[in-house]
Nanobody, 124 residues
Framework: QVQLVESGGGLVQAGGSLRLSCAVS????????MGWFRQAPGKEREFVAR????????YYADSVKGRFTISTDNAKNTVYLQMNSLKPEDTAVYYC?????????????????WGQGTQVTVSS
């Protein structure tokens, strides 16, 4: 089993920045990729970014490319999402997730471990 706990959400004005953290524990050796997803009210959960847990290769959704950065600190077993130039449309609950079966998926159903989520609200 893998346990994930997010933190760092909050309220920020448009153009501001936030850094989300996801503490990873348990069978961390079983993880292939770590991802961040988000879900706005009335919308489906969507892919934001992913990173190879031990290798660092990253991939981003077009909507956040150039503004968000995903990174890991394996010594601390933590995944980060640095969010800059935030827009009101970035408002959502943000979830970190772990895929223990494969590399390279953006599909939420491939991720088998999830955190509880952290709210990010961007005011205009």
């Amino acid at each position: 089993q893998v346990q994930l706990v997010e933190s760092g959400g909050g309220l920020v004005q448009a153009g501001g920045s936030l850094r989300l953290s996801c503490a990873v524990s348990g069978r961390t050796f079983s993880i292939y990729d770590m991802g961040w997803f988000r879900q706005a009210p009335g919308k489906e959960r969507e892919f934001v970014a992913r990173i190879v847990w031990r290798g660092g290769r990253t991939y981003y959704a077009d909507s956040v490319k150039g503004r968000f950065t995903i990174s890991t600190d394996n010594a601390k077993n933590t995944v980060y999402l640095q969010m800059n130039s935030l827009k009101p449309e970035d408002t959502a609950v943000y979830y970190c997730a772990a895929d223990s079966n494969r590399y390279g998926s953006n599909w939420r159903h491939d991720y088998d471990y999830w955190g509880q989520g952290t709210q990010v609200t961007v005011s205009s």
